[in-house]
């Protein structure tokens, strides 16, 4: 079984992606979905980030957390940092953030990769 269909020189470009991420977010980046699992080549590489509800709403007021891909200010954002990490690495990425609560009720189970740490190694979490 394949540990991540990127190479890695890709994995490096995704970590100094997933840094600069860390930094500007103060929350962990990860790598998620297709990407970490055998099977078919990913058409995206999935890059989430968890913050606090409480950050959430501050950052994107009057947003509902189970609705935000409606919320301009959102897409907008989702949509430049995704450009840039494509841009930055090479790769098609696909960058959202999340409240900690709603991508913890819809993914209880979902794989998460820190990014950007110098925990990048398979079989470390953080």
């Known amino acids: 079984m394949r ?3 990127l190479s ?11 840094r600069v991420v860390r930094e500007a977010w103060q929350a962990t980046p990860y790598q998620v979905g297709s990407s970490l699992r055998d099977g078919e080549i990913p058409r995206d590489i999935d ?8 950050e959430f709403r501050r950052r994107f007021p009057g947003t509902i957390p189970e609705r935000r891909h ?5 897409r907008a ?4 940092w995704g450009e840039w990490g494509r841009h930055l690495t090479g790769l098609n990425i696909d960058f959202q953030v ?12 979902e794989e998460r990769r820190p990014v950007g740490t110098r925990l990048e190694k398979p079989g ?3």
């Open 3 to 5: 540990v991540s269909f």
């Open 8 to 18: 890695p020189s890709q994995q490096h470009s995704l970590g100094l992606f997933g």
């Open 47 to 54: 890059v989430r980030v968890m913050i606090s509800d409480e």
């Open 70 to 74: 409606v919320c301009e200010q959102w």
């Open 77 to 80: 954002q989702m949509m430049v």
């Open 98 to 109: 999340e409240p900690e609560e709603d991508a913890n009720t819809r993914f209880p189970t």
């Open 124 to 126: 470390f979490s953080q």
